[in-house]
């Protein structure tokens, strides 16, 4: 079987061997006495059964692997593989991107400035080397490591992640770019971990911080309290919300806003401050439920754009989102709760990546998010219902799913090191590639109809914009007549003519006289 593997699978099974300490030899022998008769694609399904052996060893030494590069390196290359599992597959893919290059060289030597305006500084700096050099891969293999490590996307928007990442490099991903992204998530982890837990709080052991602001090397954060305002830091959790009001020489007390309360009324949305709703300074988000007396205002300011107060009215929605996820769907089993936070927690570390990797160009929050994007998608209810199937089968805690993955990180999890939890489950049967089977079909359903819902809305706007337009011609033209009726008027006004002045206020009188009577 290995004759027809690409040179490139052929050097992955041998690093999967290595990692595994055995022969590729058993590792095709094992394979081959599992693999179901009829089965097709057998170089992918041997490249597949191969990464997942190795995977499930590099997974607990994730955070070494990530600072050093091996990590990135080898599991890019498990997708390039993945891609091109055979000689065949190969020399099409090869044939594929020549030709996809060559179909693209004569727009963009075209529009060489407005290509630059678009993509971010990380992506022009090095674009030469990635499209000239470097391998790439497509969707469909990041989708797949994604079902096997949670740590690089989540299968249920690693579609609308991997978008959002290559939208810059024509939909492909390229090394350099993947290893800086999980490079800037074990960043991202490292910088929140030495956060402060807010004043006069004691955190629970499930809780997490995910986003400070309003400290000395971050920028302003202000409460408004009625007229007036109170600048201090915020703090966001997998839990709650906090805000400490700065004092003389340290925090005050911080004012906790408990999200997790999915049976009160919560709402949060953006807001203006200034006089009247002024939009110059709508840069605000109120949180309002049914057990504050008063909403809580807290104003990001920024000078050009609402970038910082989207960013933090998404997360907040996220974790409110998903404990109503939790509720919703009676999910009381510690493994699958502690799951989903850690899945949403990852979403959130890998949304602060990708902000820090698209400085210039900040990715739209909830392509990262499970739960926001789900809400606001045609149909986004259909995957929640499958995910919440998906979690219930959960029945351990596996070395590669999302909260291992934390663990892994330096992330401690609360129920890691309880076998009693995971024992409690495991009486349950589950089949996990149909049910993952089930979730993907769901998600490619909603996902091609909400490119069609983006391009009706394109569509509706463009008529709009259309009839605006139109519209604006007909009344260029209506007062363009008046400009025949000025001369007249000036004659009637000035008693040039007597007779014409004369019988336009006979005229006036008349019709003011005919006006009175019908009223």
């Known amino acids: 079987m290995r004759k027809h593997l690409s040179p490139i699978a052929n050097d992955l099974l041998c690093r999967c061997a290595e990692t595994l300490d055995t022969s590729i030899d058993s590792l095709v022998e094992d394979f081959e006495r599992g693999v179901k008769p009829g089965l097709d694609n057998h170089s992918r399904r041997l490249v597949e059964f191969c990464c997942s052996k190795a995977i499930e060893t590099i997974c607990p030494n994730v955070g070494d692997g990530i600072k050093d590069g091996s990590f990135s390196r080898f599991t890019y290359d498990m997708m390039v593989a993945w891609e091109t599992p055979s000689s065949t597959s190969s020399e099409l893919s090869s044939e594929s991107i020549a030709k996809e290059k060559e179909d693209k060289r004569t727009p963009l030597e075209g529009n060489v400035g407005q290509m630059h305006d678009d993509i971010p500084l990380f992506y022009s700096d090095m674009m030469p080397l990635l499209v000239n050099e470097e391998s790439s891969v497509g969707e469909d293999a990041f989708v797949w490591l994604a079902s ?4 690089v996307a989540d299968v249920v928007n690693a579609q609308f992640t991997f978008e959002t990442l290559t939208a810059p490099t024509a939909s492909r991903l390229h090394f350099p770019a993947y290893d800086t992204f999980l490079k800037k998530m074990d960043k991202c982890i490292k910088y929140l971990e030495k956060q402060e837990t807010p004043t006069g709080i004691e955190f629970s052991e499930d809780e997490f911080i995910l986003h400070v602001e309003g400290t000395a090397r971050t920028q302003r954060v202000v409460r408004h309290i009625g007229t007036t305002s109170w600048p201090g830091r915020l703090t966001l959790t997998n839990q709650s919300l906090y805000f400490e009001a700065s004092g003389v020489i340290s925090y005050e007390t911080a004012l906790k806003v408990d999200l997790s309360r999915a049976d009160v009324v919560q709402q949060v949305k953006a807001t203006s401050t200034g006089p009247w709703g002024v939009p110059l300074f709508d840069k605000a988000i109120t949180y309002e439920s049914t057990e504050l007396s008063e909403p809580l205002v807290p104003e990001l300011p920024e000078m050009t754009s609402s970038t910082r107060r989207d960013h933090w009215l998404t997360l907040i929605k996220e974790v409110i989102l998903l404990h109503r996820f939790i509720s919703k769907f009676n999910i009381k089993a510690p493994v699958q709760a502690w799951e989903l936070h850690a899945r949403t927690i990852l979403g959130i570390l890998r949304l602060h990546a990708a902000r820090e990797l698209l400085r210039i160009s900040p990715p739209a929050p909830t392509n990262f998010l499970i739960f926001s994007l789900y809400e606001d998608l045609p149909k986004g209810d259909y995957v929640l219902a499958e995910l919440a199937d998906t979690m219930k089968q959960t029945t351990s805690l596996s ?13 401690s999890s609360p129920i890691a090191s309880s076998v009693e939890n995971i024992k409690q489950f495991e009486e349950e049967t589950s089949n996990h590639s149909d049910t993952l089977t089930s979730l993907e079909t769901t998600i490619g359903q909603v996902r091609e109809e909400a490119k069609e819902t983006i ?26 007549s008046l400009e025949n009726v000025l001369p007249w008027l000036q004659v009637v006004l000035s008693w040039e003519r007597p007779t014409v002045t004369l019988s336009a206020v006979v005229m006036v009188l008349a019709f003011t006289y005919n006006v009175s009577l019908f009223c």
């Open 148 to 151: 096997s490590i949670p740590l």
């Open 399 to 411: 070395p590669c799913n999302a909260a291992s993955m934390l663990k892994s990180l330096n992330i």
């Open 455 to 480: 391009m009706a809305k394109a569509t509706v706007e463009e008529v709009v914009e259309e009839g605006l337009s139109e519209s604006l011609l007909i009344l260029v033209e209506l007062v363009s």
